[in-house]
């Protein structure tokens, strides 16, 4: 017994186009879910010596994150510091002279640096499940109350 393969142009082409649909759709799932979840952040100081720093969600999947850290301040230099820690921030060891935490004594700090007024910044990690402080160490800033909290729930 034999069998006939048969081929034509037509087949052809729908299978072709099918196979491209189908790499197109497993191109586009694969950089949906490359793309980092982005954390909005605002730095500011407030009448009175109130220092704030303000996220726009205070959870987070694991993964891939984007900090889009922006200094509202007219006259005053912020930074943007994230620390994965059990620690809240009453319990953050400070330097000596009481002014700034002491960074040494926490680990796996990671820092996107200075901003001066007006300006913005970004920075991408990959985080884990678990609790994060962010936070501007400059001096007195800490103190004032510019940190937040950041949970990375999986």
């Given amino acids: 017994m034999q069998t006939a393969l048969f081929s034509s142009p037509v087949a052809g082409r729908a299978g072709a186009a099918l196979a491209a649909l189908a790499l197109a759709l497993a191109s586009s799932a694969s950089v949906q879910a490359a793309a980092p979840t982005v954390i909005t952040v605002s730095m500011t100081?407030?009448?009175?010596?109130?220092?704030?720093m303000r996220l726009d969600r205070g959870e987070v999947p694991p993964g891939r994150v984007t900090f889009k850290v922006?200094?509202?301040s007219?006259?005053?230099v912020h930074e943007f510091l994230l620390v994965p820690t059990a620690l809240t921030p009453d319990q953050f060891p400070l330097a000596?002279?009481?002014d700034r935490v002491d960074e040494k004594?926490?680990?796996?700090?990671?820092?996107?640096?200075?901003?001066k007024p007006g300006k913005a910044g970004a920075m991408t990690v990959d985080l884990k499940p678990?609790?994060?402080v962010v936070f501007c160490n400059q001096p007195g800033h800490f103190?004032?109350?510019?940190?937040?909290?950041?949970?990375?729930?999986?």
């Fill in 45 to 52: 100081n407030e009448a009175g010596g109130a220092q704030v």
């Fill in 70 to 72: 922006r200094n509202d």
């Fill in 74 to 76: 007219r006259d005053t």
């Fill in 96 to 98: 000596k002279a009481g």
């Fill in 105 to 115: 004594k926490l680990k796996g700090i990671r820092e996107l640096g200075d901003l």
């Fill in 130 to 132: 678990g609790h994060y």
């Fill in 143 to 154: 103190g004032h109350g510019m940190h937040a909290e950041l949970t990375v729930a999986g």
